[in-house]
């Protein structure tokens, strides 16, 4: 950038976009699946979401809850869904319902996983 005759440092911030599509993540009614043709690797893709918002199907007016995603451990290493999970001494989820979890992952679209059933 040229002032007065004179370079000044210049500062830029960006953020590079993945391919990933949001429809490449699902989950199948045990486990989050990964597509074949996705761009990166379900474990990779995890380690990116910061957070995740959580919401009981049918109750439209309450508001999600807003949790730091690598502190509430929501699925297993074989990537299934931890019916126990908690954030910050609160159950995430109750037996018996059904729920949406969106995750919000820097480079990356957010992804909504809708129908997770709780057993």
Do not use: C, H
């Not at 049918?58 to 929501?74: C, E, V």
């Not at 290493?77 to 954030?87: C, P, Q």
């Amino acid at each position: 950038m040229l002032i007065d005759e004179k370079y000044q440092p210049a500062e830029a911030r960006f953020v590079l976009k993945s391919k990933l599509k949001p429809s490449q993540l699902t989950y199948d009614g045990t486990k989050l699946v990964m597509a074949e043709d996705s761009p990166v690797e379900l474990a990779d893709y995890l380690k990116k979401v910061g957070r995740a918002y959580i919401s009981e199907e049918g109750k439209a007016d309450q508001k999600p809850k807003r949790i730091w995603y690598p502190r509430a451990n929501l699925f297993n290493d074989d990537f299934t869904l931890n019916s126990a999970a908690s954030y910050k001494d609160e159950a995430l989820f109750e037996a018996g319902k059904t729920y949406t979890i969106k995750l919000t992952a820097t480079g990356f679209e957010d992804v909504e996983l809708t129908g997770i059933e709780v057993k």
